[in-house]
């Protein structure tokens, strides 16, 4: 089965702008969950996401926002764009509820690597 | 709170020599554990997981992980390295289900290099 997509795989913006990223899982996942790529900070979970609700959020600024639509595909957006956004942003999908949320694992896509001129 | 420490940021290693990667996990519960390989500008991939049961997990590629509440570690393991391995490795600690816990934390990662 196809795996998780992530679009767009490069972006380029400009400070100030703003930016959306594209998300869809595994079929049949329904949380989806993202999270934020540098050098110096590693790995940090930005949001969850389940049927449509966001369940978790990380500590990220609220200029970092999601959605999820009912196909379970997500969005994440990024307002007032600044240099040290710029980062590989992962999306991971998983099935999302009772213990078989993590019986699968995340299954993580390619990213969208995003660069803050 | 979760959190994960790999103590070594960088290993080297010859091919076909044995690899062992650290990582130590706190967390107050049982934990669901992970190890990911990530090659350079691709996302992560899942090596293998752990949740209950036998503590010796077998994973893909050739690799396995052990399990040990008692040092609250979870390091991962390869008899024999090929130079496809070289990349870099992150462990990660899982919450179980409920509440607010729909996160993977991950350890800060160990960049491995295999020389011919």
């Known amino acids: 089965k196809a795996g998780v997509t992530q679009t767009p795989r490069y972006l380029i913006k400009t400070r100030g702008q703003q930016v959306t990223l594209s998300c869809s899982p595994i079929s049949g996942h329904r949380s989806v969950s993202w999270y934020q790529q540098t050098p110096g900070q590693g790995l940090q979970f930005l949001f969850e996401y389940f049927s449509e609700t966001q369940r978790n959020k990380g500590n990220f600024p609220g200029r970092f926002s999601g959605r999820q639509f009912s196909n379970s595909r997500s969005e994440m957006n990024v307002s007032t764009l600044e240099l040290g956004d710029s980062a590989l942003y992962l999306c991971a999908s998983s099935r999302g509820e009772g213990q078989g949320n993590f019986g699968v694992g995340y299954t993580f896509g390619s990213g969208t690597r995003l660069t803050v001129v | 709170a979760q959190s994960v420490t790999q103590p070594d940021i960088h290993i080297t290693v010859s091919e076909g020599a044995s690899l062992e990667l650290r990582c130590n996990y706190s967390?107050?519960?049982?934990?669901?554990l992970f190890w990911y390989v990530q090659s350079p500008g691709q996302g992560l991939q899942l090596l293998l997981k752990y949740f209950s049961g036998d503590t010796l997990v077998q994973g893909i590629k050739g690799f396995e992980a052990e399990f040990k509440r008692s040092q609250s570690s979870f390091n991962l393991r390869k008899p024999s390295v090929h130079w496809s391995d070289a990349a870099e490795y992150f462990c990660?600690?899982?919450?179980?289900?409920?509440?607010?816990?729909?996160?993977?934390?991950f350890g800060k990662g160990t960049l491995l290099t295999v020389n011919p």
């Open positions: 990660a600690v899982g919450a179980g289900s409920g509440g607010s816990n729909y996160k993977l934390t």
């Open positions: 967390y107050g519960a049982t934990p669901y």
